[in-house]
Every structure is written in C-alpha cells, then in structure tokens.
C-alpha cells in the first residue's frame, strides 16, 4: 500500500524556521523525483519546490528561492523542506507528491501557519 506522510508543520512566527518530512512507503521511493506543493483556501494547489530522483536536480517557486530548501535522503525514503525566514504569505497545507513517467502519490498534507 503506498503512503506518503507529512510531519513537521505547525505554528511559527514570522522569521522563523520549520522542516517538514514526508516519509513514504509502499513503492520504490529511490526511483521517483518528488516534490513539496502548498495550498491555501480558494486557490489552486502550487508547486513550491521539486527533487529528482537522486537529489541531483532541485527547482523552486520564485517565492521561495533563497529561503526553503529540498533534499532527498533515499535510504529513509524521505524527503525533507527547509523553510527559513518564514512570512505570513507562506501560511498553507503543505503536501508532498511522488512522480515517476506516468504514476503519482500524494500525502494528505500538514499544516503550516506563519503568524505572530
């Protein structure tokens, strides 16, 4: 059964810090490119950053560039999102999206709440 499960959301301040996990079984995780998205109320889903398969290649949402950071750690079939110097904007459900050719799993998300 494939699962993708988020963690590490919460409330931060503003300028603050957070990392989110998303730990994933049920497929072969080394051989899939991954990806973090947000979503807030009434909006569409946006990509926010993706990971190859290998961790070779990283892209970023121009809004986020400089600030978060995507890594894969594929002997814990993990991806992570650092997310620094955090802003009110950033405020969303998180969810993370496995891809390879024409499959894709997503997590249920997490929530992350920027706000002093």
């Known amino acids: 059964q494939v699962q993708l499960v988020e963690s590490g959301g919460g409330l931060v301040q503003p300028g603050g810090s957070l990392r989110l996990s998303c730990t994933a079984s049920?497929?072969?995780?080394?051989?899939?490119?991954m990806s973090w998205y947000r979503q807030t109320p009434g909006k569409e889903r946006e990509l926010v950053a993706a990971?190859?398969?290998?961790?070779?290649?990283?892209n970023y949402a121009e809004s986020v560039k400089g600030r978060f950071t995507i890594s894969k750690d594929n002997g814990k079939n993990t991806v992570y999102l650092q997310m620094n110097s955090l802003k009110p904007e950033d405020t969303a459900v998180y969810f993370c999206?496995?891809?390879?050719?024409?499959?894709?799993?997503w997590g249920r998300g997490t929530q992350v709440t920027v706000s002093s």
């Open positions: 999206k496995a891809v390879r050719r024409s499959l894709h799993y």
């Open positions: 049920g497929f072969t995780f080394s051989s899939y490119s």
């Open positions: 990971i190859s398969s290998v961790g070779a290649g990283t």
